[in-house]
């Protein structure tokens, strides 16, 4: 059975940074792309960025641009999302997400199996 977990969530200070994990069980991850996503409390999910099969990252939120990098582990079959200089706006829970196409997507229906979340807070 497919899972992915997802730690490394936490209480930071702005300007401060996280790595979180996201950690599969039942698939290989080099075999397929992971999505980042995240959501703030009252809005809607938001695509961060797609960390690609052959270990790339494609970033689709501009905000996070120059601030968060996906990067994965292949031999530890984890995917990573490093978070550099916080702000308090970043504050959310966070998702990996696995697409079994062949290519990213920003759309999250393009998504097929989901991690449960792990929490981010940044405040001083």
């Known amino acids: 059975q497919l899972q992915l977990a997802e730690s490394g969530g936490g209480l930071v200070q702005p300007g401060g940074s996280l790595r979180l994990s996201c950690a599969a069980s039942?698939?290989?991850?080099?075999?397929?792309?992971i999505g980042w996503f995240r959501q703030a409390p009252g809005k809607e999910r938001e695509v961060i960025l797609c960390?690609?099969?052959?270990?790339?990252?494609?970033n689709y939120l501009g905000s996070v641009k120059g601030r968060f990098t996906g990067s994965r582990e292949n031999a530890e079959n984890t995917v990573y999302l490093q978070m550099n200089n916080l702000k308090p706006e970043d504050t959310a829970d966070y998702y990996c997400?696995?697409?079994?196409?062949?290519?990213?997507?920003?759309?999250?229906?393009?998504?097929?199996?989901w991690g449960q979340g792990t929490q981010v807070t940044v405040s001083s």
């Open positions: 960390v690609t099969r052959t270990g790339g990252s494609i």
């Open positions: 039942g698939i290989t991850l080099d075999s397929v792309n």
């Open positions: 997400a696995v697409r079994l196409g062949s290519e990213c997507s920003q759309r999250d229906s393009a998504y097929t199996y």
